[in-house]
């Protein structure tokens, strides 16, 4: 059975921080990729940040400008990523997704979370 579960959204004030994880399950997922994406509500869904197996080799969106890292620990397959100096333009639905191949199109991963809900209070 795949599972694909993120936890650590919630609510934080401007410039503030939050701390996002994921875990995969299950054989049918390819995870040689993993990322999270995000979107807000009458918008398309962007890729926030994505990571290789290998974790040497990352994606970005253009938006990120240092503030996000992401990483990940193969033997549970679990992926973070670590939000700072968080602005009302983040909040979002953010989603976590596992894939054959570090991308920004969503198509090319294969299994996704239900989402955690990100809200950015001024």
């Known amino acids: 059975q795949v599972q694909v579960v993120e936890s650590g959204g919630g609510e934080v004030q401007v410039g503030g921080s939050l701390r996002l994880s994921c875990h995969v399950s299950?054989?049918?997922?390819?995870?040689?990729?993993m990322a999270w994406f995000r979107q807000a509500p009458g918008k398309d869904r962007e890729v926030v940040m994505a990571?290789?197996?290998?974790?040497?080799?990352?994606f970005r969106g253009d938006f990120v400008k240092g503030r996000f890292s992401i990483s990940r620990t193969n033997h549970n397959n679990t992926v973070d990523l670590q939000m700072n100096g968080l602005q009302p333009e983040d909040a979002a639905v953010y989603y976590c997704?596992?894939?054959?191949?570090?991308?920004?199109?969503?198509?090319?991963?294969?299994?996704w979370g239900q989402g955690t809900q990100v809200t950015v209070i001024s």
């Open positions: 299950g054989v049918t997922c390819s995870n040689y990729a």
């Open positions: 990571i290789a197996r290998s974790a040497y080799s990352t």
């Open positions: 997704a596992a894939g054959l191949s570090i991308t920004k199109r969503s198509g090319a991963y294969n299994c």
